[in-house]
T-cell receptor
Framework: GAVVSQHPSRVICKSGTSVKIECRSL??????MFWYRQFPKQSLMLMAT?????????EQGVEKDKFLINHASLTLSTLTVTSAHPEDSSFYIC?????????????FGQGTRLTVV | AQTVTQSQPEMSVQEAETVTLSCTYD???????LFWYKQPPSRQMILVIR??????QNATENRFSVNFQKAAKSFSLKISDSQLGDTAMYFC????????????FGKGTKLSVKP
């Protein structure tokens, strides 16, 4: 299957700082990317959907000013957690799809474990 | 709103035996897509199997098969000849429209395959 690379896999940051997570589709054009958050021993919750060149659509309850998503190219989307607090500590996972290609599912990145201290 | 329910937080099975993981969902849509994903300790999400709601035939992928009951809104996963590498979290997921692509996940079932 297609490869989605997410970086970094782990990051520790100080409270009040910002951290950027990258999600790259390596061998296909990701017209749409999805950002999920997974709390320990829980399910994946969709945070936002981004289409290349457009503003992201955020799910209810997700602060768009806190979780900045940029999808400027067909192979790269970034999630920036601004002014991070300990409660933002979580596992963040991206997935990418090429909606222009028929019959293709979403492919997931390896995830990023964010710890805010 | 769509919901996905996995009622078995944890399951265990002996190696080489068969296990069935349950999933029910709620939707008013007539056409949609259902998935089972595997998340091993590495946390990488891996697609196990996919079912289109308009297809009556149950999907199969090698040792993995589903029992899709549309009227009952049930979508169970059967793993045959369980292997140690099947140990993982398994998530059932719903997608309303192929053109949208966002997934709604159940809470997951932790499967342990014992030697």
């Amino acid at each position: 299957g297609a490869v989605v690379s997410q970086h970094p896999s782990r990051v520790i940051c100080k409270s009040g700082t910002s951290v950027k997570i990258e999600c790259r589709s390596l061998d296909f054009q990701a017209t749409t990317m999805f950002w999920y958050r997974q709390f320990p021993k829980q399910s994946l919750m969709l945070m936002a959907t981004s289409n290349e060149g457009s503003k992201a659509t955020y799910e209810q309850g997700v602060e768009k000013d806190k979780f900045l998503i940029n999808h400027a190219s067909l192979t790269l989307s970034t999630l920036t957690v601004t002014s991070a607090h300990p409660e933002d500590s979580s596992f963040y996972i991206c997935s990418a799809r090429d909606l222009g290609a028929l019959n293709t599912e979403a492919f997931f990145g390896q995830g990023t474990r964010l710890t805010v201290v | 709103a769509q919901t996905v329910t996995q009622s078995q937080p944890e399951m265990s099975v002996q190696e080489a035996e068969t296990v069935t993981l349950s999933c029910t969902y709620d939707t008013s849509e007539s056409n949609y897509y259902l998935f089972w994903y595997k998340q091993p300790p590495s946390r990488q999400m891996i697609l196990v199997i996919r079912q289109e709601a308009y297809k009556q035939q149950n999907a199969t992928e090698n040792r993995f098969s589903v029992n899709f009951q549309k009227a009952a809104k049930s979508f169970s996963l059967k793993i045959s000849d369980s292997q140690l590498g099947d140990t993982a979290m398994y998530f059932c997921a719903f997608m309303k429209q192929w053109s949208q692509g966002n997934l709604i996940f159940g809470k997951g079932t932790k499967l342990s395959v014992k030697p």
